[in-house]
């Protein structure tokens, strides 16, 4: 069984930086495409960013795009978060997810395991 534990969060001004972590354990994320989502209060959860399981494609929810960047290392078992350039509206609770295939999706039942969720909250 696939453990997914996200860090990183915390508060940060707009228009500064953080990078989220996603570590596995339990097994191999390898062949699996990797997610980024997030939950802000009251709203759904939303797709953010993919990347296939060789790391050769990613994909940008438009808000984050050319902000955000997603990134893995298989020998680590990790997939990276990092964003620059953040606004208010980009606090939630993001959590990130593995999915069942090699290819990404932007849809949350693609992905078979999820981690607990890191907070990010952007002061203005």
């Known amino acids: 069984q696939v453990q997914l534990v996200e860090s990183g969060g915390g508060l940060v001004q707009a228009g500064g930086s953080l990078r989220l972590s996603c570590a596995a354990s339990?097994?191999?994320?390898?062949?699996?495409?990797m997610g980024w989502f997030r939950r802000a209060p009251g709203k759904q959860r939303e797709f953010v960013t993919a990347v296939t399981a060789s790391g050769g494609a990613t994909d940008y929810a438009a808000s984050v795009k050319g902000r955000f960047s997603i990134s893995r290392d298989n020998a680590k078992n990790t997939v990276y978060l990092q964003m620059n350039s953040l606004k208010p509206e980009d606090t939630a609770v993001y959590y990130c997810?593995?999915?069942?295939?090699?290819?990404?999706?932007?849809?949350?039942?693609?992905?078979?395991?999820w981690g607990q969720g890191t907070q990010v909250t952007v002061s203005s």
């Open positions: 997810a593995a999915g069942r295939f090699t290819s990404s999706s932007r849809n949350e039942y693609w992905y078979s395991y």
């Open positions: 339990g097994g191999t994320v390898s062949s699996s495409a």
